[in-house]
């Protein structure tokens, strides 16, 4: 009989080990997991995939050094603006903020850094036009063009600009001089 109870004492134990085992088990995979969620942003803006602007058309005034720009949004989405970056050499990515002179639908207020502001929003497959001044260039002979968008995090009022690097434009320009 003594051999007996010794085996389910034996066997009781080996039981209690392995819900034990599984217990810090799962207990070691809620605290991962909890520490992962914390750590984690929460949620990443991202420019929409379907943002296209482009250059519809354009005018130099060579005597006040100033490009005339007609941006249309050609995307599925709203754009609130762009940076603008001019160069005058051909083979040189644009590198110099544009400063802009004039134009419908340009908050002057908003301006800052490169950064042209519409206001309000150019929607799609609508116009805008803006004058730009290239005035420290004698001529300006590439064009870069970055949309961007505001957005914002869910539960939050801050809005975020999201450039728009991969939807970025480079137009040659001619008879700017």
Avoid at 105 to 118: K, R, S, V
Wanted: aromatic letters at 8%.
């Amino acid at each position: 009989m003594r051999k007996i109870r010794k085996e389910n004492k034996k066997a009781v134990s080996e039981v209690v080990s392995y819900v034990l085992l599984i217990v810090v088990a799962i207990s070691l995979s809620i605290i991962v997991y909890a520490w992962i969620k914390i750590q984690l942003p929460k949620e990443i803006i991202e420019c929409p995939e379907g943002v296209s602007v482009i250059i519809k058309d354009y005018q130099c005034n060579e005597q006040n050094n100033i490009i005339n720009i007609t941006f249309q949004n050609k995307g599925f989405f709203s754009i609130d603006g762009t940076i603008i970056k001019i160069s005058n050499k051909s083979n040189e990515a644009p590198t110099i903020s544009a400063e802009h002179v004039g134009g419908i639908g340009i908050n002057q207020n908003l301006e800052n850094n490169g950064f042209i502001y519409f206001t309000p929003s150019l929607n799609p497959g609508l116009n805008l036009k803006a004058n730009f001044s290239y005035g420290s260039f004698n001529q300006i002979n590439k064009i870069q063009i970055t949309p961007f968008v505001s957005s914002k995090k869910l539960g939050e009022k801050k809005l975020y600009v999201v450039l728009c690097n991969e939807k970025k434009i480079v137009q040659d320009i001619e008879k700017c001089a």
